[in-house]
């Protein structure tokens, strides 16, 4: 009872904000902004990695602040059977944690490549997502890709990201960290999908090893589906890890809101874990973003999150506020500076840091 009852509670916090206001690159609140399932800007299916011709081109016109010239615009396809694409981001960040001097980095975050080969383009395609840069070479997503006849079932085999929730580009969101399932865990296997109309959902049958060989048995089960329209849009995932060191058990539910002025998301994730050194463990982590494009190539992105890490016990809660400004001066540029304040237990320094950054983002 306790479990249904934090349910509705943190539904009913989440959709009262919704519906209380009358008029919510691999960010999601670009997708509920215009409307457009993930696919239709990214070449995987559930959003993030290589742009198609038409998310190259909304880079380049709606998403900027200025537009160079007339002159075509670059769709990343290079004839019609070959498509490249890359990301690039560099970073500051400053760590102030209580009690412990101020930390300062300055790094390239990363440098990532992407290649499409389509034999038959209306039908057949292989897609390869590699992170270069910085240290070794790392491969992230490579797999073949199958479009049924008619148009709208699909199917992939290889290694890629899982269909979970909202694929924000902050892998550090709690929404991300505490599922596991994010930029640097893809995992192998095969990946059933259906896009119509107002419909999109996946089917993923994985390893469980988030990128690793395979080491028992089991088999990592997920499934994503949502209902998209112009101004909003609501889904859900599950996704069930049989693993020999011990179950996990995910399910989530997420929505966005266009609302005039203000892009909003939110995700509740709710997680029983079975794997935990001291046994069973249920786990809740939330997110609920506002985005506001207040003039043409800025975003004035607040976000707050909540993670709770164990269900059982009590004031061991953790927060994180976020305040971000996003700003894309002109064709493949955006910089992003921001602020978060991180909340937790008075005991752990860590969970009480303050962070500054900016970064510098670069993509073709």
């Known amino acids: 009872m306790k479990d249904v009852a934090r349910m509705m509670r943190l539904a009913g916090v989440i959709f009262g904000v919704f519906f209380s206001l009358q008029d919510v690159q691999a960010e999601p609140y670009i997708a509920v902004e215009t409307g457009l399932r993930c696919g239709t800007c990214h070449v995987s299916p559930s959003g993030g990695g290589m742009r198609t ?9 709606d998403f900027v602040a200025h537009k160079l010239g007339d002159h075509k615009p670059w769709t990343g396809e290079i004839g019609r059977y070959f498509a490249v694409g890359g990301d690039a981001r560099w970073g500051w960040v400053r760590q102030d944690v209580p009690g412990q001097p101020a930390e300062e980095s300055t790094d390239l975050e990363e440098f990532l490549a992407y290649v499409q080969i389509k034999p038959f383009p209306k039908y057949f395609s292989l897609y390869i997502d590699a992170k270069v840069l910085p240290d070794d070479a790392v491969v992230r997503e490579q797999y073949a890709k199958l479009n049924l006849p008619g148009g709208e079932w699909w199917v992939r085999a290889g290694e890629f990201f899982l269909p979970y929730g909202f694929r924000l580009q902050d892998d550090e969101a709690f929404i991300r960290q505490v599922s596991g399932i994010n930029y640097n865990t893809p995992d192998a296997g095969w990946e059933l999908g259906y896009e119509s109309g107002k419909w999109s959902a996946q ?6 090893t988030a990128g690793g060989p395979e080491v028992d048995s089991g088999k990592q089960y997920s499934a994503r589906v949502s209902y998209v329209r112009q101004d909003w849009r609501v889904g859900g995932s599950f996704n069930f890890n049989d693993a020999a060191a011990g179950d996990r058990q995910m399910q989530n539910v997420f929505a966005g809101l266009n609302t005039g002025p203000l892009t909003w998301l939110a995700e509740v994730d709710y997680i029983i874990d079975d794997g935990a050194p001291t046994g069973r463990r249920k786990l809740w982590a939330s997110l609920v973003e506002a985005n506001w494009g207040y003039r043409q190539g800025h975003n004035l992105k607040l976000t707050f999150e909540w ?3 164990d269900d059982e016990v009590d004031e061991d809660e953790r927060n994180r506020v976020s305040l971000v400004w996003e700003y894309a001066p002109i064709h493949f540029m955006q910089g992003r500076v921001g602020y978060r304040r991180y909340d937790g237990i008075p005991q752990n320094a860590a969970q009480n840091r303050e962070q500054f950054f900016a970064e510098l983002h670069l993509w073709f």
């Open 53 to 61: 011709a038409y998310g190259n081109i909304y880079s380049q016109t």
């Open 307 to 309: 993670f709770d890490p």
């Open 203 to 208: 089917l993923a049958v994985t390893r469980g």
